[in-house]
């Protein structure tokens, strides 16, 4: 068995909770279901997942339509704008000006 370094394990991490988060073993989350995986994954990054509004706003900038699942990409958007704030505010500036692809 290899020895994964902390960045694959980082990426085994999110993508095993993602799918864990699904009771029903489904490819997307249900809005219960991402709320719950938010609230007990990440309760210090995303703020404001109380409310609906609050959820609502988070949903809205990750891409999801009203009624739709939550996919892995979905959630992969969601990491991507948390990274790029935390570097801001790790090294001083506005955001990242990294290049994604």
């Known amino acids: 068995m290899p020895q994964y370094s902390d960045l694959e394990k980082a990426i085994n991490t999110l993508v095993t909770q993602f799918h864990s988060a699904s009771s029903d073993n489904s490819p997307t989350l249900k809005t219960d279901e991402f709320k719950g ?18 959820l609502g706003e988070i949903l809205r900038k ?29 090294s001083g500036q506005r955001g990242c000006s990294c290049i994604l692809l």
């Open 37 to 54: 995986l938010l609230s007990s994954q990440m309760p210090n990054l995303v703020k404001g997942i109380g409310t609906d509004q609050g």
């Open 62 to 90: 990750m891409g999801v339509a009203d009624g739709e699942g939550i996919s892995f990409k979905h959630f992969w958007n969601l990491i991507q704008n948390l990274a790029n704030t935390q570097h801001g505010l790790l």
